[in-house]
């Protein structure tokens, strides 16, 4: 090699090897915190050097770590404080409350006008009572519109339609159904709106048990055509329509008067009692549950088309049947649906003398069948009810009453869907094997000893007719054309 070279290559190899050696130097120093590193970190970066370490999150030994776990304990102080904070204000404020006085009866009554768009006729008296208490007039107001002959006849007949099943009395289901439901009530003659005395007013529950009270009073004073709500009538499914309709209004009126209360809960204090829950047979309950549930969904679907002034309206011209609450469409059809009207002579002819008459309705047409089939299938078959009247006639006391039950309908399949249902119904209810010499050409003819039945479809398939008795005589004379 030659010489100048050599000499070259000795003068890069000792630069690389001093740049090596100087930063060998400089790491050591740093780790050891010396002066080189010290004085050019403090010249260089200052105090913002702390900031990376900061919020980096990582906390490490010397000064540094130290002032982190410092600054982390006071943050957790801090919010174990706001905790704290939060929870004394949050007791204070319910003791507070608690103590408050509950709002007045007056106040919130007249609110509810507002929400209703009804003014009284005049301020009724709001008065807080036991249960019990509560219970009994309200018991003693149905009671007193059911006669003992009402009661005997009603007994029977709704047995003999298969409403009900065993033997009971008319008077006491009503009245224990009413009794069962019973939050509030109206007493026009002394002007009293009475609810529960344990219905704190400062409680959500509590203001829902007087504001049905009011509700009562201010329907009952705006609408007085329409009160008291019928308990035995001559059209018995055009009383539980209003019945409904009036209950409804109530339930809805209740529900919109809790979305837009802005009291909530003021306490924790009890909620108010239940009334006293008596046996009534399934066609009372399940009728209750239809005043309140399906009441309150034809009132909706008046307010969505024609808002509060057509459920006021509505009290004007009352729904004619309980068809009209199942399907408000009926009602508010132009022109509106009318029932067909069966009249009430049609079933007393030489002979055949009826104790009881009156209007079955969609309503009890489905419960009839409940008893036999699934809920969905019995509404199915009550669909599409026109009008009808039945007639009840004495039998013996081992075989039962006689009946005598016409019905419309409003299409040929709503017919013919009722009759397949009751030729069905009829022989599971009386354990009547089927004959092929039953089923004739627009008929289900049933000739046993004890059990006639004439089950007749019209040709056009909008009317159905049933006798169903225990005697051919009296079978021959209602199945007769009149």
């Given at each position: 090699?030659?010489?100048?070279?050599?000499?070259?290559?000795?003068?890069?190899?000792?630069?690389?090897?001093g740049a090596?050696?100087?930063?060998?130097?400089?790491?050591?120093?740093?780790?050891?915190?010396?002066?080189?590193?010290?004085?050019?970190?403090?010249?260089?970066?200052?105090?913002?050097?702390?900031?990376?370490?900061?919020?980096?999150?990582?906390?490490?030994?010397?000064?540094?770590?130290?002032?982190?776990?410092?600054?982390?304990?006071?943050?957790?102080?801090?919010?174990?404080?706001?905790?704290?904070?939060?929870?004394?204000?949050?007791?204070?404020?319910?003791?507070?409350?608690?103590?408050?006085?509950?709002?007045?009866?007056?106040?919130?009554?007249e609110?509810?006008?507002?929400?209703r768009?009804?003014k009284?006729?005049?301020?009724?008296?709001?008065?807080?009572?036991?249960?019990?208490?509560?219970?009994?007039?309200?018991?003693?107001?149905?009671?007193?519109?059911?006669?003992?002959?009402?009661?005997?006849?009603?007994?029977?007949?709704?047995?003999?339609?298969n409403?009900?099943?065993?033997?009971?009395?008319?008077?006491?289901?009503?009245?224990?159904?009413?009794?069962?439901?019973?939050?509030?009530?109206?007493?026009?003659?002394?002007?009293?709106?009475?609810?529960?005395?344990?219905a704190?007013?400062?409680?959500?529950?509590?203001r829902?048990?007087?504001?049905?009270?009011?509700?009562w009073?201010?329907?009952?004073?705006n609408?007085?055509?329409?009160?008291?709500?019928?308990?035995?009538?001559?059209?018995?499914?055009?009383?539980?329509?209003?019945?409904?309709?009036?209950?409804?209004?109530?339930?809805?009126?209740?529900?919109?008067?809790s979305?837009?209360?802005?009291?909530?809960?003021?306490?924790?204090?009890?909620?108010?009692?239940?009334?006293?829950?008596d046996?009534?047979?399934?066609?009372?309950?399940?009728?209750?549950?239809?005043?309140?549930?399906?009441?309150?969904?034809?009132?909706?679907?008046?307010?969505?088309?024609?808002?509060?002034?057509?459920?006021?309206?509505?009290?004007?011209?009352?729904?004619?049947?309980?068809?009209e609450?199942?399907?408000?469409?009926?009602?508010?059809?132009?022109?509106?649906?009318?029932?067909?009207?069966?009249?009430?002579?049609?079933?007393?002819?030489?002979?055949?003398?009826?104790?009881?008459?009156?209007?079955?309705?969609?309503?009890?047409?489905?419960?009839?069948?409940?008893?036999?089939?699934?809920?969905?299938?019995?509404?199915?078959?009550?669909?599409?009810?026109a009008?009808?009247?039945?007639?009840?006639?004495?039998?013996?006391?081992?075989?039962?009453?006689?009946v005598?039950?016409?019905?419309?309908?409003?299409?040929?399949?709503?017919?013919?869907?009722?009759y397949?249902?009751?030729?069905?119904?009829?022989?599971?209810?009386?354990?009547?094997?089927?004959?092929?010499?039953?089923?004739?050409?627009?008929?289900?003819?049933?000739?046993?000893?004890?059990?006639?039945?004439?089950?007749?479809?019209?040709d056009d398939?909008?009317?159905?007719?049933?006798?169903?008795?225990?005697?051919?005589?009296?079978?021959?004379?209602?199945?007769?054309?009149?």
């Open positions: 090699m030659h010489p100048s070279n050599l000499l070259a290559c000795l003068a890069v190899l000792g630069a690389i090897g090596w050696t100087w930063g060998s130097f400089k790491e050591k120093t740093a780790e050891r915190g010396g002066p080189i590193t010290a004085r050019t970190s403090v010249a260089t970066d200052g105090p913002q050097a702390l900031l990376p370490e900061l919020s980096s999150g990582s906390v490490g030994d010397g000064p540094t770590g130290t002032l982190q776990r410092q600054i982390q304990r006071l943050e957790e102080q801090n919010q174990l404080l706001q905790k704290e904070n939060q929870s004394l204000r949050g007791q204070l404020s319910k003791a507070l409350e608690a103590n408050a006085p509950p709002p007045q009866p007056e106040s919130l009554a609110r509810l006008t507002g929400l768009d009804l009284y006729v005049k301020p009724p008296k709001f008065k807080a009572v036991p249960m019990e208490e509560l219970q009994a007039e309200i018991m003693k107001a149905v009671s007193s519109q059911i006669t003992d002959e009402a009661t005997t006849a009603r007994s029977k007949a709704y047995q003999a339609m409403f009900v099943v065993d033997p009971f009395s008319y008077r006491d289901a009503v009245v224990n159904a009413v009794g069962n439901q019973a939050v509030a009530a109206y007493l026009p003659e002394s002007n009293e709106a009475i609810y529960q005395n344990d704190d007013l400062r409680r959500v529950d509590g829902d048990r007087l504001m049905a009270a009011a509700c009073a201010l329907q009952q004073q609408f007085p055509n329409s009160f008291p709500l019928a308990m035995a009538t001559e059209q018995d499914d055009a009383a539980c329509a209003v019945r409904a309709l009036a209950t409804g209004d109530n339930t809805l009126t209740r529900i919109r008067w979305l837009q209360d802005d009291l909530v809960n003021l306490t924790d204090g009890p909620a108010p009692g239940f009334p006293r829950q046996y009534t047979p399934l066609y009372f309950s399940e009728q209750f549950k239809f005043f309140a549930d399906q009441g309150k969904t034809f009132v909706d679907a008046l307010m969505q088309e024609k808002g509060l002034a057509g459920v006021s309206a509505a009290y004007a011209r009352l729904p004619q049947s309980t068809a609450l199942l399907h408000p469409e009926l009602y508010l059809a132009n022109p509106p649906f009318q029932p067909i009207v069966v009249p009430a002579t049609d079933g007393i002819r030489p002979g055949a003398e009826p104790y009881f008459t009156n209007v079955a309705g969609e309503f009890s047409t489905d419960i009839s069948f409940r008893y036999f089939m699934s809920p969905d299938l019995a509404v199915r078959i009550a669909d599409g009810w009008g009808d009247r039945y007639w009840v006639y004495a039998g013996d006391a081992q075989y039962g009453d006689h005598f039950w016409k019905t419309r309908w409003r299409m040929p399949a709503d017919g013919q869907e009722f397949d249902g009751m030729r069905r119904v009829l022989m599971q209810r009386f354990t009547i094997p089927y004959q092929k010499e039953y089923d004739q050409p627009g008929a289900f003819i049933v000739n046993d000893p004890h059990r006639i039945i004439r089950l007749r479809i019209s398939k909008l009317s159905v007719t049933l006798v169903n008795a225990t005697d051919v005589k009296l079978a021959d004379i209602l199945d007769s054309p009149k």
